[in-house]
């Protein structure tokens, strides 16, 4: 028996002495690391894809970095930082970036403007799509919106006012809402609009709060510090706040309307032009990418029927086929669930 159990002792520390220095060194070898700038809105049905993938995929390290979707653009084309994956909740962005960074974008999902509060909101009794503006304007009402600038969700939100307009016939709503309580103001050019969003926004009234991405306004409601803030309907649903549905003629929703939506743009101060239509989140993979093979890849989790799903499931609509502009430059792997546009 004491035999028995020094052979056993011995057949132990051996088996140690090989699994142990393995066990180690697979703790030394760094996971590849996959890059992905995406718009704030995405963040939640991100971190799901995230956690699927890194499941399937557990040498990989996926490092999602949320921003504006401006902002993830210059953080590629000003600032030099590398993305393996680019998704942004403005597909038109993506080919305003300079030839050497992009070839194609890819159309995936769907998303309409709402404007976000609280059962504790003033007025959240009283408030509806038909007096939402009304509501707005009242002085002891706090409201906000994302810096257009940086965000696509900020320079949709003077979009809708001044569509508002348009509908209503109410031609002082952008002025008491926005313009009169800031330095962005407004010029009309026949029945078109131009909103000039210059670098220094000069907000000069408390009731009117602007941050730099639309998700940002989602603590300020839940803490009571806005009672209003236009949102995305995905980033409501996510985080269960109350909305206001908007008409489809203002909510940037339905591409059927996007005659009427271009009436509307928007000159930021990159001196870039924004023109109002349907809200489509746009993806793609910088053609500097550190690991393109693992974004197609990352990509593939988002665009196949299971990432439709999870969007879907977040209060996202996906968009199947996805359009692409350029379907020749698409990866193959990505090509089943893509058309040209």
């Known amino acids: 028996m004491e035999k028995k159990n020094k052979t056993i002792l011995i057949v132990g520390i051996i088996a140690s002495l090989v699994i142990l220095p393995l066990l180690f060194l697979g703790l030394l070898i760094p996971k590849t690391t996959l890059k992905i700038f995406h718009a704030g809105s995405l963040a939640i049905p991100f971190e799901e894809i995230e956690k699927q993938f890194e499941a399937d995929y557990p040498d990989v390290d996926v490092q999602l970095e949320s921003a504006g979707s401006v902002q993830c653009v210059n953080k590629i084309t000003e600032i030099g930082k590398i993305a393996d994956v680019l998704a942004v909740a403005d597909y038109s962005l993506i080919p305003t970036m300079p030839s050497q960074y992009q070839n194609y974008y890819i159309k995936f999902a769907k998303n309409k403007m709402v404007l ?44 809708v006012l001044q569509l508002a307009e348009i509908m209503t016939g109410d031609s002082q709503i952008l002025d008491d809402l926005i313009t009169s309580k800031s330095d962005i103001t407004v010029t009309q050019t026949g029945n078109n609009y131009r909103i000039k969003t210059p670098e220094d926004l000069g907000v000069s009234d408390e009731n009117l709060v602007i941050r730099d991405k639309s998700v940002d306004l989602v603590s300020l409601l839940k803490s009571g510090g806005l009672d209003y803030a236009f949102e995305y309907l995905s980033v409501a649903v996510q985080h269960e706040l109350n909305v206001v549905l908007l008409d489809t003629t203002i909510d940037l929703s339905n591409s059927e309307y996007n005659y009427l939506y271009q009436r509307v743009t928007v000159l930021k101060s990159n001196g870039k032009i924004s023109t109002g239509k349907a809200i489509n989140y746009g993806i793609t993979i910088p053609k500097n990418a550190n690991n393109p093979e693992l974004a197609e890849i990352f990509v593939e989790y988002i665009i196949n029927p299971t990432g439709q799903q999870t969007l879907l499931n977040l209060g996202q609509k996906p968009i199947s086929p996805c359009p692409t502009n350029n379907f020749n430059a698409i990866p193959s792997n990505l090509k089943q669930y893509c058309v040209q546009a």
């Open 116 to 159: 976000a509060y609280t059962q504790n909101s003033k007025y959240a009794d009283e408030i509806n799509s038909g007096n939402f503006y009304k509501i707005l304007r009242r002085d002891d009402v706090k409201w906000g919106f994302s810096n257009p600038n940086l965000d696509p969700c900020g320079y949709r939100s003077p979009m």
